[in-house]
């Protein structure tokens, strides 16, 4: 393993040039979704693959939305890689210092919409999957490369249609993915999702008339209140990754923020939209809300909604919908995986510092493999400026997250050597 290391390396740094104008021409193909139309940037990236002679090609559920598909090597271990194709939309032009679909690489870093989430980790699996491709004879195993449309939109019609049309050669023994993490922690769970929306009717009135109606809004009000008491649920999270949230939480805090660590293990409430009204002096017959829920590895949608249930028991005048296609269970993977200690290893050899397991607030396409029962790790980039103007990605940390990625899947496949 030591030899094929070095020279997995020395094949990185030759091509230091050639890995840093890769990622900025990839962010200068506009992939945003919505409105989801990522067939030029995977045409990009498909060119760049058989360039390097490597097996790939499109697989399609919807012809705007392409995936990439391309596998090499025979029997286990079976290693898939995975990143996204398509990004957030970038906004208005004027909230950017540079053009979001420049690419433009300055002062060490390539900015532009998409640079971290997540060009830089769909563009360290395309490397080592050719880097990889090159010494199939020596590793043996298989590796299975993925490129997915649809992420930011939950994936139907990527990860997920993959995944339920090709599961032999898209499921694979573990999954891997380079989303942004930072390079101190390596993501084995994510948070659940469960999106609301809810409905309130009255009869409504004139204004001055609160006698002959109930306020739509006013319900809303007290209903939103008692919703935000879903906070307060108690989740069963299973001893490990209790352990592993636990030892997580100052590199989580360091990564996004301090309070990160203590909604990690929590259900967290979010009122994202209220509609309602047509004018001051009219009392309101109707209000809708959109609420954002996210759930902690143990907790579940059943234990929710019974909740929900019961709060609405208190307002008859409200209904409720869930959006079951932009809603997910919490997944998670074992955080003693030989994956986990293998990317330990690994960045701990490049940078003399040990990432640690963690589980991710957001939702990633690794929740897909893991509903299939495929043990999932995400290890990527600082999520700089992530879903907002000016997203930059270090120069070198780039470089850092493809030379893991490419020794991490190489040692994977010679069996954790
Ligand atoms: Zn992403």
Redesign the pocket.
Known sequence: MEKIRARILDWIETDRAALIDFLSRFVAVPSPNPPGDTRAAARFLLAHLHAHGVPAEIRSARDELPNIVGSFGTGRPHLVLNG?IDVFPAGPRESWSSDPWGGEVAGGKVLGRGAT??KCGTAASVWTYIYLHRLQETLGGRLTLTSVSD?ETGGTWGARWLLETFPDECSGDCLLNG?PTTPGTIRFGEKGTLRLIFEIDTPGAHGAYTHQSRNAIRIAADLVRDLYGLEEMHAEVPDAVRQAIEASRTAMEQALGRGAGEILSRVTVSAGVIEGGLKVNMLPGHCRLEMDIRLPVGMTHAAVMAEVETILGRYPEARVTPVWTHSGEPTFSDPLHPMVGILRRTVSGLTGTEPVPAVSLGA?DAKHWRRHGVPAFLYGCTPNNMAKPDEWVDVEEYLHIVRTHALAAASFLAGGK
Do not use: R
Request: charge should be negative; aromatic fraction near 0%.
């Open positions: 996204h989430d997540m992420e989303e990633s």
